[in-house]
């Protein structure tokens, strides 16, 4: 699985050398589905960038061992379970969605096996994030 977490770094890196990533993909995430754009109405979107910027990080981290970027996935987890901002999992496959569109929209070395790898390391970090 090693590999497929190098193609998935080298690939963020290519999409952060993209004009406004994280932007484009909160463009296309909020854009799915009205309730998810409802819970963003207050939400400076300069520093929320910058977050999820570390975030998704963190998860490639995460699903290479297990263990870096552990502490920013717990502190997400608590944020978005259900006694805090209540997170659903219909919203978080529109969430994989948004961020694999935004891939492949912005990657230009995107590919099947790109495409492949990134699903791993989102389910990866998705069923952390849900498992209370
Ligand atoms: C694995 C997927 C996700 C990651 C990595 C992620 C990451 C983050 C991070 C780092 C923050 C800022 C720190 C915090 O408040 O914890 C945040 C805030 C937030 N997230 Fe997520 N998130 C994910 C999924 C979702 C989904 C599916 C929704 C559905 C609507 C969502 C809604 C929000 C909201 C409303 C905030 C607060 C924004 C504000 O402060 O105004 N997140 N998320």
């Given at each position: 699985?090693?590999?497929?977490?190098?193609?998935v770094?080298?690939?963020?890196?290519?999409?952060?050398?993209?004009?406004?990533?994280?932007?484009?993909?909160?463009?296309?995430?909020?854009?799915?589905?009205?309730?998810?754009?409802?819970?963003?109405?207050?939400?400076?979107?300069?520093?929320?960038?910058?977050?999820?910027?570390?975030?998704?990080?963190?998860?490639?981290?995460?699903?290479?061992?297990?263990?870096?970027?552990?502490?920013?996935?717990?502190?997400?987890?608590?944020?978005?379970?259900?006694?805090?901002?209540?997170?659903?999992?219909?919203?978080?496959?529109?969430?994989?969605?948004?961020?694999?569109?935004?891939?492949?929209?912005?990657?230009?070395?995107?590919?099947?096996?790109?495409?492949?790898?990134w699903?791993?390391?989102i389910?990866?970090?998705?069923?952390?994030?849900?498992?209370?």
């Amino acid at each position: 699985m090693n590999l497929s977490i190098e193609k998935v770094k080298d690939s963020y890196g290519r999409c952060l050398d993209s004009e406004d990533f994280i932007g484009r993909f909160y463009e296309i995430f909020l854009e799915k589905d009205a309730e998810i754009k409802a819970k963003f109405v207050n939400t400076n979107f300069d520093g929320q960038k910058k977050l999820l910027r570390h975030a998704i990080l963190s998860m490639i981290l995460f699903a290479g061992d297990g263990l870096a970027g552990i502490v920013t996935l717990e502190k997400i987890r608590e944020t978005h379970d259900p006694k805090h901002m209540d997170i659903r999992p219909w919203q978080y496959a529109f969430w994989k969605d948004s961020l694999l569109q935004t891939v492949e929209e912005k990657d230009p070395k995107f590919d099947e096996e790109t495409k492949q790898a990134w699903s791993y390391v989102i389910d990866t970090g998705v069923k952390f994030i849900t498992t209370y």
